[in-house]
């Protein structure tokens, strides 16, 4: 960031008085612009006993596998986040069964919020970043082609609770798992 937001004016780095690290605060307001984490919301969509996933059209990791996930809006529950997501990415009507994961990714500045849903009819197909969409068996996943660390993550605890009901989250930082 160079200039403020709200006037325009030049931004420095400095730590604010009471503050533990160096911040973007206007010159000509005062004004301390905080960069904080951005909030990524998806879901493994199920029916019966197969599970939907995209291929990226865009860019991190066009061409790579994926849940239906993406940068949660003003406005808007997580839930409803991910219920959008999966509409945007492949035209997937879902209900929310429950959060099954929670993803700290400093590395990225990143917070994934990641559910479990439940595909309301199989009619889906492939929304402007998807090249393609399917709905697959478990054993057909794609392990070595999926996009991102945090798919393969939470695809593996889902195998781990297919069948499971009551309680499904499990919160915690991915430095402390094997990759």
């Known amino acids: ?14 730590r604010p ?3 533990d690290r160096l911040r973007h605060v206007c010159r000509r307001c005062g004004t301390i612009h905080y960069v904080n984490p951005k909030v990524v919301v998806g879901a493994v969509c199920t029916h019966g006993e197969r599970l939907l996933i995209c291929r990226r059209a865009i860019e991190p990791r066009a061409g790579f596998w994926t849940i239906p996930a993406g940068f949660m809006e003003l406005d808007e529950t997580a839930e409803e986040g991910a219920m959008r997501e999966a509409w945007e990415e492949a035209r997937a009507r879902i209900r929310i069964d429950g959060l099954i994961a929670a993803y700290t990714v400093p590395r990225i500045g990143q917070v994934q919020l990641l559910f479990r849903a439940s595909l309301l009819d199989e009619a889906v197909a492939a929304g402007p970043e998807s090249r393609e969409v399917r709905l697959i068996g478990w054993e057909e996943i794609p392990w070595d082609e999926l996009a991102f660390p945090t798919v393969g993550w939470v695809l593996r605890r889902s195998l781990e609770l297919r069948g499971r009901t009551g309680p499904l989250v499990t919160v915690f930082n991915p430095a402390e798992i094997e990759r």
């Open 1 to 14: 960031m160079r200039y403020c937001p709200s006037c325009a004016g030049e931004l420095v780095l400095e």
């Open 17 to 19: 008085e009471g503050d």
